[in-house]
């Protein structure tokens, strides 16, 4: 070719054009060893940007952009994305709810929410019925791979297990897409199964209201009946004390303790309250007289925590509740007949905390570092009360607390977020009538079943001294689901949401974290107090979370989002060591060191 020729077609070629193909090539040696630096061979990707193999098998391939930046191969970006995504919506039963369809995956939870409700035939645009605007969550599942080495052979073993992600909090389709682009593919149907959330809102609490003096030592626990009508104390001065809950004024104060109150509980009910003492005494009040129905030589040594059988157990008898105790036992009683029915022996240690599950199981958990799963019924091939079905362990040190999914059902009984049963047994004023009895029943069955679905599987999670927590499905199996860590230092406290979509962990390090309820994914860490956290609670509707701490304070969280508080509650001169929600949402109870009770309310 002649010089006029290369001219006329160095001309055609733009001047800020790169040719971005070809051998990049830095001078001195153009392979090996003798050229470290030596880049390879680059190639266009038709993005821009090029991708660079280098010939020396020391050197990766690499992708860069025009501007020679390295781009993260695993990196997705949102032109990866399509559009459109074919989705199938599924109850909680796991029926299909019309038919697979295309959702452009820019919709976020409240488009996929009007979607879900035009499917039910629940129509938007009617306020006339409580169903005109009802929020769902939405959770998809997705297969996990984990690749582990058998310790006896020594072979590679590869394992899958499901995990369901909650994908209300991503702003669309298309990131949470982003986020499990290597679980989750385009190609195929996404399933995503819907939960109806609650209707009603709590208002957040923010201002305290009343400061309620009597108890003469620190106050270790405060509880709300599952009406949210009546409010009980007790602690270190021996006495348990009841509280109108309308007028905050002192109704009784019961004496037969002789000892600091360690442990109290209501009966799903509400009919009895039951307080546990560290000599060793199970006393039972009648919350409305204020007297004492029975007072039993329960164990040993302290009473440690108590529990009792669900209302929707039992044909709704509600008379049987479970104690353990540092003497390494749990117990059985019937209140009716003040009989121990079941010991429960098979810990070497203390005995930490103990729950009566949704399914007719009791769970405990001890020094010993292990959490044993106990048999509560007869008949169904279930052995008999008191048989222990299973010893789950995972944990490195002693084991403080558990929390059951099913907690917040079990607790308020068949009461609803107003305190109210039904029209029909409203205006029933004798609790110990049949009538009002059999309709409670149903009703505390009715409201586990539609919380438990027919595929729920009930979920146990554990905290130690190990800074863990391990989520378990002890119905199940012994394996460890997953272990969750994060804390770094004791995990002192575990509360599921009431619609078990989430529940959180209180600890020592002064955080609180907050974990997703079904597959255990950690969502966020809550800080801001600047002393140990000792306790949790829920508001009724699953949008708030209160905490107490050794800093004298509470403090109010919105979920899942608050990473920050949204009010501190300050008042109290000493430790705040007990908290509660009432079930109403209408306040929360704080006790403290100080002696006092504060009643905090929007």
């Given at each position: 070719m002649d010089a006029e020729s290369t001219a006329v077609a160095a001309e055609a070629v733009p001047a800020n054009t790169k040719d971005l193909s070809g051998v990049a090539w830095t001078g001195g040696s153009l392979v090996g060893s003798l050229n470290p630096a030596n880049q390879g061979y680059r190639t266009a990707d038709g993005k821009g940007g090029y991708i660079i193999s280098n010939t020396h098998?020391?050197?990766?391939?690499?992708?860069?952009?025009?501007?020679?930046?390295?781009?993260?191969?695993?990196?997705i970006q949102d032109d990866d994305i399509p559009g459109n995504v074919v989705v199938q919506f599924r109850d909680r039963e796991g029926e299909t709810v019309g038919e697979a369809m295309d959702v452009p995956t820019s919709a976020g939870t409240e488009e996929l929410g009007t979607l879900i409700r035009s499917l039910l035939?629940?129509?938007?645009?009617?306020?006339?019925?409580?169903?005109?605007?009802?929020?769902?969550?939405?959770f998809a599942k997705i297969e996990r791979i984990t690749k582990t080495t058998n310790p006896a052979t020594g072979e590679p073993v590869v394992k899958t297990h499901t995990d369901e992600i909650d994908i209300t909090d991503f702003n669309s389709l298309k990131a949470f897409l982003k986020e499990y682009?290597?679980?989750?593919?385009?190609?195929?149907?996404?399933?995503?199964?819907?939960?109806?959330?609650?209707?009603?809102?709590?208002?957040?609490?923010?201002?305290?209201?009343?400061t309620l003096p009597g108890h003469t030592e620190a106050i270790l626990h405060v509880s709300y009946s599952p009406d949210g009508k009546h409010l009980a104390s007790g602690g270190g001065d021996a006495t348990v004390r009841f509280w109108d809950v309308n007028t905050s004024t002192p109704r009784h104060t019961c004496k037969g303790h002789k000892d600091h109150v360690l442990s109290t509980s209501w009966s799903p009910d509400g009919k009895r309250f039951g307080s546990g003492d560290k000599r060793g005494f199970l006393i039972l009040w009648d919350p409305t007289k204020g007297e004492?129905?029975?007072?039993?030589?329960?164990?040993?040594?302290?009473?440690?925590?108590?529990?009792?059988?669900?209302?929707?157990?039992?044909?709704?008898?509600?008379?049987?509740?479970?104690?353990?105790?540092?003497?390494?036992?749990?117990?059985?009683?019937?209140?009716r007949t003040k009989r121990c029915e079941a010991t429960l022996a098979g810990h070497t240690d203390s005995i930490e905390s103990v729950k009566w599950g949704g399914e007719g199981l009791i769970y405990t958990a001890s020094r010993d570092r292990t959490i044993k799963v106990w048999n509560a019924e007869e008949g169904d091939g279930k052995g008999r009360v008191g048989l222990l079905v299973r010893t789950l362990v995972g944990h490195g040190h002693?084991?403080?607390?558990?929390?059951?999914?099913?907690?917040?059902?079990?607790?308020?009984?068949?009461?609803?977020?107003?305190?109210?049963?039904?029209?029909?047994?409203?205006?029933?004023?004798?609790?110990?009538?049949?009538?009002?009895r059999e309709g409670a029943y149903k009703a505390?069955?009715?409201?586990?079943?539609?919380?438990?679905?027919?595929?729920?599987?009930?979920?146990?999670?554990?905290?130690?001294?190990?800074?863990?927590l391990i989520l378990w499905h002890p119905t199940e199996n012994k394996r460890p689901i997953k272990r969750l860590t994060g804390h770094q230092q004791a995990v002192n406290h575990l509360a599921f949401s009431p619609d078990s979509r989430f529940f959180a962990s209180a600890s020592f390090d002064k955080k609180i974290k907050l974990w997703n309820g079904r597959s255990g994914d950690f969502v966020t860490t809550m800080t801001g107090h600047v002393g140990a956290v000792y306790q949790v609670a829920w508001s009724s509707d699953a949008r708030f979370l209160v905490s107490a701490s050794k800093d004298s304070t509470a403090k109010l969280w919105e979920v899942p989002s608050g990473k920050k508080a949204k009010e501190t509650l300050p008042g109290h001169a000493d430790e705040v060591y007990a908290l509660d929600w009432s079930p109403n949402g209408a306040s929360v109870a704080t006790g403290s060191k100080d002696r006092t009770i504060k009643i905090w309310k929007h």
């Amino acid at each position: 070719m002649d010089a006029e020729s290369t001219a006329v077609a160095a001309e055609a070629v733009p001047a800020n054009t790169k040719d971005l193909s070809g051998v990049a090539w830095t001078g001195g040696s153009l392979v090996g060893s003798l050229n470290p630096a030596n880049q390879g061979y680059r190639t266009a990707d038709g993005k821009g940007g090029y991708i660079i193999s280098n010939t020396h098998k020391r050197y990766k391939r690499t992708r860069r952009d025009a501007d020679g930046n390295i781009i993260d191969e695993n990196d997705i970006q949102d032109d990866d994305i399509p559009g459109n995504v074919v989705v199938q919506f599924r109850d909680r039963e796991g029926e299909t709810v019309g038919e697979a369809m295309d959702v452009p995956t820019s919709a976020g939870t409240e488009e996929l929410g009007t979607l879900i409700r035009s499917l039910l035939n629940e129509d938007d645009e009617d306020h006339s019925t409580n169903k005109a605007h009802v929020p769902y969550a939405f959770f998809a599942k997705i297969e996990r791979i984990t690749k582990t080495t058998n310790p006896a052979t020594g072979e590679p073993v590869v394992k899958t297990h499901t995990d369901e992600i909650d994908i209300t909090d991503f702003n669309s389709l298309k990131a949470f897409l982003k986020e499990y682009h290597k679980q989750i593919s385009t190609e195929q149907t996404l399933e995503l199964t819907y939960q109806p959330l609650a209707l009603f809102k709590v208002r957040p609490v923010t201002r305290c209201t009343d400061t309620l003096p009597g108890h003469t030592e620190a106050i270790l626990h405060v509880s709300y009946s599952p009406d949210g009508k009546h409010l009980a104390s007790g602690g270190g001065d021996a006495t348990v004390r009841f509280w109108d809950v309308n007028t905050s004024t002192p109704r009784h104060t019961c004496k037969g303790h002789k000892d600091h109150v360690l442990s109290t509980s209501w009966s799903p009910d509400g009919k009895r309250f039951g307080s546990g003492d560290k000599r060793g005494f199970l006393i039972l009040w009648d919350p409305t007289k204020g007297e004492a129905n029975g007072s039993i030589k329960a164990h040993a040594k302290w009473i440690t925590g108590m529990s009792w059988e669900p209302m929707h157990r039992n044909n709704g008898k509600c008379e049987r509740i479970v104690t353990s105790s540092k003497d390494g036992l749990a117990k059985i009683y019937n209140v009716r007949t003040k009989r121990c029915e079941a010991t429960l022996a098979g810990h070497t240690d203390s005995i930490e905390s103990v729950k009566w599950g949704g399914e007719g199981l009791i769970y405990t958990a001890s020094r010993d570092r292990t959490i044993k799963v106990w048999n509560a019924e007869e008949g169904d091939g279930k052995g008999r009360v008191g048989l222990l079905v299973r010893t789950l362990v995972g944990h490195g040190h002693r084991v403080n607390t558990l929390a059951v999914s099913c907690d917040y059902i079990c607790r308020t009984g068949p009461f609803d977020h107003y305190g109210k049963i039904g029209a029909d047994l409203d205006n029933v004023k004798d609790r110990d009538s049949e009538e009002w009895r059999e309709g409670a029943y149903k009703a505390a069955l009715a409201k586990y079943n539609a919380f438990k679905g027919s595929g729920e599987q009930e979920r146990l999670v554990s905290g130690s001294d190990d800074f863990t927590l391990i989520l378990w499905h002890p119905t199940e199996n012994k394996r460890p689901i997953k272990r969750l860590t994060g804390h770094q230092q004791a995990v002192n406290h575990l509360a599921f949401s009431p619609d078990s979509r989430f529940f959180a962990s209180a600890s020592f390090d002064k955080k609180i974290k907050l974990w997703n309820g079904r597959s255990g994914d950690f969502v966020t860490t809550m800080t801001g107090h600047v002393g140990a956290v000792y306790q949790v609670a829920w508001s009724s509707d699953a949008r708030f979370l209160v905490s107490a701490s050794k800093d004298s304070t509470a403090k109010l969280w919105e979920v899942p989002s608050g990473k920050k508080a949204k009010e501190t509650l300050p008042g109290h001169a000493d430790e705040v060591y007990a908290l509660d929600w009432s079930p109403n949402g209408a306040s929360v109870a704080t006790g403290s060191k100080d002696r006092t009770i504060k009643i905090w309310k929007h």
